[in-house]
C-alpha cells in the first residue's frame, strides 16, 4: 500500500506565495512521476503540474505556467509545488498523485493524497 501526504495548504492573499510538499511512502518503488491535480468547488479535478521520474521532465497547465513550479526533493518519492503570485482563481484543494508515467491525464497516476486546501483572499 503506497500513501501520499500532502502538507502545506492554508489562507493566503491574491499575489502571495505557498509551497506545498508531498510525500510516497510505503511500498518500495524506485522512483515515481509525481504530479499536481487541484478541485475547486462545484468544479471537476483538473490537471496542475507533472515532473517526470528524474526530475529532469515537466509539464504546466496553461492557467499554472510562469507562476506555479513543480520540484522532487532529494528524496525521490517527494515532490514540491512552488505556487507564486497566487489567483483567486487558484483556491481550490489540491491533490498530489503517483504514477509511472507523468502526465495530465488523471488515469495514468495510481496512487492519491487526501487533498490539501488552498485559499486566496482578496
Known amino acids: 500500500q503506497v500513501q501520499m501526504v500532502e502538507s502545506g495548504g492554508g489562507l493566503v492573499q491574491a499575489g502571495g506565495s505557498l509551497r506545498l510538499s508531498c510525500a510516497a511512502s510505503?511500498?518500495?518503488?524506485?522512483?515515481?512521476?509525481m504530479g499536481w491535480f487541484r478541485q475547486a468547488p462545484g468544479k471537476e479535478r483538473e490537471f496542475v503540474a507533472a515532473?517526470?521520474?528524474?526530475?529532469?521532465?515537466?509539464v504546466y497547465a496553461d492557467s499554472v505556467k510562469g507562476r506555479f513550479t513543480i520540484s522532487k526533493g532529494n528524496a525521490k518519492n517527494t515532490v514540491y509545488l512552488q505556487m507564486d503570485s497566487l489567483k483567486l482563481e487558484d483556491t481550490a484543494v489540491y491533490y498530489c498523485?503517483?504514477?509511472?508515467?507523468?502526465?495530465?491525464?488523471?488515469?495514468?497516476?495510481?496512487?492519491w493524497g487526501q487533498g490539501t486546501q488552498v485559499t486566496v483572499s482578496s
Open positions: 515532473i517526470s521520474r528524474s526530475g529532469t521532465g515537466t
Open positions: 510505503g511500498r518500495t518503488f524506485s522512483t515515481y512521476a
Open positions: 498523485a503517483a504514477g509511472t508515467s507523468y502526465s495530465s491525464s488523471s488515469s495514468n497516476y495510481n496512487y
